[in-house]
Nanobody, 126 residues
């Protein structure tokens, strides 16, 4: 599945952004969707994921209570609502899709996700 991430931008600390991950070519209804991020000089890290059923979500500890992942299978789009942003959240954010998982399955491992969007830059100023 082809993915496109958008919605990034420049925001002040404490502000909010909503990232979108839009699929083309086929529906995302059978894919686990996750967001990863990569800051300059750092490895790509898991941020949040939602199972294909929508019944299960998983978050990195550093975003719990601030970020919310959701999906709209009818619109073939997944979202990442980011609140209370911090300068350390500055990174390129990528959405990714994993096929064949169980209804409640979400993985933190980037290696399990075969399809990736191009990334969208999020910059949080202090």
């Amino acid at each position: 599945v082809q993915l496109q991430a958008f919605g990034g931008g420049l925001v002040q600390a404490g502000g909010s952004l909503r990232l979108s991950c839009a699929a083309s070519g086929r529906t995302i209804s059978s894919y686990t969707i996750a967001w990863f991020r990569q800051a300059p000089g750092k490895e790509r890290e898991f941020v949040a994921g939602v199972s294909w059923s929508g019944f299960s979500t998983l978050y990195a500890d550093f975003v719990k209570g601030r970020f919310t992942i959701s999906r709209d299978n009818a619109k073939t789009t997944a979202y990442l609502n980011m609140n209370s942003l911090k300068p350390e959240d500055t990174a390129v954010y990528y959405c990714a899709a994993l096929s064949g998982g169980a209804a409640y399955y979400v993985s933190r491992s980037a290696h399990e996700y075969a399809d990736w969007g191009q990334g969208t830059q999020v910059t949080v100023s202090s």
